[in-house]
T-cell receptor, first 113, second 111 residues
């Protein structure tokens, strides 16, 4: 059973702080990794993808991948109230033209004023 | 037009009804997916279609029947569902790198 584990939260951070979201996965053959943001009542929205070890930055978001430790994280700098949402970690265990993404249960982030 | 469009957005049906969910993608992708999202549970992959061919059926009960007439359209036919099938059903599409783009979802309630 391929699994993706996340702390369900809620993770509460003050406005302007750095939010750190973590995810571990069980399948060592996993090839690509994604972070999705899901607002309440809405569908998941892709915010970051990462394919190789190290850091990848996009605006206020940084994804970090460590395949040896089977660990992927998302940092949100200068957190805003609009960042309050559930963040889903997803891992793709398949290469080729169709994906097979396994999702974690998500971490709920609350950014407080 | 938005990238992935799902209809209807909300559906209420009895256990003996037959209904269908529709998904259309305007992104030029070749793969399409159905996912189920229930409260407190991770998204569950149901079906995968690649170039109109089904490549994954994740042990989904036969009361759910997918149909993919072309790479842009995907249907989920529903019949004799159970109350525990009430959930948000999400359609997605992707290119080869694996980034899935989701539709807004169809919220299904089975009475």
């Amino acid at each position: 059973q391929k699994e993706v584990e996340q702390n369900s939260g809620p993770l509460s951070v003050p406005e302007g702080a750095i939010a750190s979201l973590n995810c571990t996965y069980s399948d060592r053959g996993s090839q690509s990794f994604f972070w999705y943001r899901q607002y309440s009542g809405k569908s998941p929205e892709l915010i970051m993808s990462i394919y190789s070890n190290g850091d990848k930055e996009d605006g206020r978001f940084t994804a970090q991948l460590n395949k040896a430790s089977q660990y992927v994280s998302l940092l949100i700098r200068d957190s805003q109230p609009s960042d309050s949402a559930t963040y889903l970690c997803a891992v793709n265990s398949r290469t080729g033209t169709a994906s097979k993404l396994t999702f974690g249960t998500g971490t709920r982030l609350q950014v407080t004023l | 037009e938005t990238g992935v469009t799902q209809t209807p957005r909300h559906l209420v049906m009895g256990m003996t009804n037959k209904k269908s969910l529709k998904c259309e993608q305007h992104l030029g992708h070749n793969a399409m997916y159905w996912y189920k999202q229930s409260a407190k549970k991770p998204l569950e992959l149901m079906f995968v279609y690649n170039f109109k061919e089904q490549t994954e059926n994740n042990s989904v009960p036969s009361r759910f029947s997918p149909e993919c007439p072309n790479s842009s359209h995907l249907f989920l036919h529903l019949h004799t569902l159970q109350p525990e099938d009430s959930a948000l059903y999400l359609c997605a599409s992707s290119q080869p790198r694996g980034e899935l783009f989701f539709g807004e979802g169809s919220r299904l309630t089975v009475l």
